[in-house]
């Protein structure tokens, strides 16, 4: 990926096991489910995470402009981030969990379209 320019990134996925998996993937900091059951973002040592069941599929989505970054999770808007927004060539690698879809767009897509992808 190319931090300086926008980007939005999909996963669909399902965890392996309900308290505890591998990374979904890593590179612009990573995702996993943590040891207490939530999924977590964990990007410029700041944990960013949602509460829920994640041994069922959900859909998340890290949409990054010039002055933010904000997560989705199931059609819900969860965390903006408007600190320490990366730049630079990333390599992003799809690791643990059960990544069902994974998709990159070039492009920061609007607030109602990372909604409508991200809703079950």
Same mark, same amino acid.
């Given at each position: 990926?190319?931090?300086?320019?926008?980007?939005?990134?999909? *996963?669909?996925?399902?965890? *392996?096991?309900?308290?505890?998996?591998?990374?979904?993937?890593?590179?612009?900091?990573?995702?996993?489910?943590?040891?207490?059951?939530?999924?977590?973002?964990?990007?410029?040592?700041?944990?960013? /995470? %949602?509460?829920g069941?994640?041994?069922?599929?959900?859909?998340?989505?890290?949409?990054?402009?010039?002055? /933010?970054?904000?997560?989705y999770?199931?059609?819900?808007?969860?965390?903006?981030? %408007?600190?320490?927004?990366?730049?630079?060539?990333?390599?992003?690698?799809?690791?643990?969990?059960? %990544? %069902?879809?994974?998709? *990159?767009?070039?492009?920061?897509?609007?607030?109602?379209?990372? *909604?409508?992808?991200?809703?079950?």
């Amino acid at each position: 990926i190319d931090a300086d320019n926008d980007f939005t990134m999909l *996963i669909e996925s399902k965890s *392996i096991t309900p308290t505890s998996s591998p990374k979904f993937f890593d590179g612009i900091g990573y995702l996993n489910v943590n040891s207490s059951g939530n999924l977590r973002f964990r990007y410029n040592s700041n944990n960013h /995470s %949602t509460a829920g069941d994640f041994t069922q599929t959900f859909k998340w989505l890290l949409r990054k402009d010039s002055t /933010s970054m904000k997560i989705y999770l199931n059609g819900v808007l969860t965390h903006t981030i %408007t600190t320490g927004i990366p730049s630079g060539s990333k390599d992003i690698s799809l690791e643990g969990g059960m %990544t %069902t879809n994974f998709m *990159i767009f070039p492009v920061a897509l609007t607030d109602s379209d990372c *909604i409508a992808l991200t809703t079950l």
